[in-house]
């Protein structure tokens, strides 16, 4: 039994301070998008963990906030497409009419979060996925505090008005923004909802991660895109058990690439992640208690 200690403390030394980099980065990047972010700080100083962190969003210059109008859109059909490799698997839902993609916030705001399945039966939709971070005071999961701005069918819940931060968000027009705004430049753009969160993955067709995503490790993933037809992409891809290990956000970033996707940023992901559509999961939580409380998640309006 000693030797078996033994031999488990320094395998953990020697991947978390040996030279094997590669090793180091996944694993500390799966902790750190964990539900459990703080295990790994115990080992790092918050200097030594920054290198990890990918750069999240560019600042969007006042000359290049302009955005399309999918105001035309109006095609109802939704398409389900699967994701499968050897490494990991996931689900794809294709929404044509953009319109149709808002933003659900838990109607226990600065309480207690909700799951997905609920957000999206409250609001008599088709389908959600998880959104934003949220604050989740050492593990507790309680998913009442949405993390930054957060806009909801045009109505401003939570965020500081007086400065810059990442923005996923969605324009009364149907296009997906991605970047650095503030609340001046939202109401400029008409966004009507809009979430917290990041990297982005895709920017005017190109990959915005290049070699590295810092890195976040292997983990459950969740993103959103946008085709240039207008079509809203949301991915969920599963890790963390009998259906892989998870996927990296420069798996993501291809998948949105191979589907089309003009822009693209990552969601919240590890336990939160799930896709939920026509009353199942497309894509199950990997959380073995279930479905996580969040803040918000995006949900898909049924066809009136």
Request: net charge positive; with cysteine; hydrophobic share 40%.
């Amino acid at each position: 039994m000693i030797f078996l200690v033994y031999i488990f403390l320094s395998s953990a030394v020697l991947i978390l301070y040996g030279p094997y980099e590669n090793m180091r980065s996944t694993i500390i990047g799966a902790v750190l998008t964990s539900r459990h972010p703080w295990y790994i700080e115990y080992f790092y100083s918050p200097a030594a963990l920054a290198k990890y962190k990918p750069v999240t969003m560019d600042k969007v210059s006042e000359g290049s906030m302009k955005v399309e109008s999918y105001s035309d859109v109006h095609n109802n059909g939704i398409e389900v497409i699967p994701v499968e490799t050897k490494k990991y698997s996931g689900k794809l839902l294709v929404i044509h009419d953009p319109k149709r993609v808002h933003v659900a916030v838990t109607k226990h705001i600065n309480n207690v979060g909700q799951t997905v399945s609920n957000m999206v039966k409250d609001a008599n939709a088709i389908a959600g996925i998880n959104a934003g971070g949220f604050f989740d005071v050492k593990g507790k999961g309680t998913g009442g505090i949405p993390m930054g701005m957060t806009i909801s069918h045009g109505k401003y819940i939570t965020g500081d008005k007086n400065k810059e931060q990442p923005v996923i968000g969605l324009t009364e027009a149907g296009a997906l923004i991605v970047g650095k705004y503030s609340y001046e430049d939202l109401l400029k753009l008409k966004v009507k909802d809009a979430i917290s969160f990041g990297p982005q993955l895709v920017k005017e067709g190109q990959p915005y991660l290049m070699d590295s995503d810092g890195s976040w490790g292997v983990a459950p993933r969740s993103a959103i895109g946008q085709r240039r037809d207008g079509s809203i992409l949301l991915l969920a891809i599963s890790g963390r058990g009998k259906n892989g290990v998870g996927a990296s956000l420069l798996d993501c970033q291809k998948v949105m690439l191979d589907n089309g996707a003009i822009i693209a940023a990552n969601l919240d992901g590890g336990y939160s992640t799930e896709l939920y559509y026509k009353g199942d999961f497309l894509v199950p939580p990997s959380n073995p208690l279930g479905e996580r409380y969040v803040a918000t998640s995006f949900i898909v309006d049924r066809i009136k």
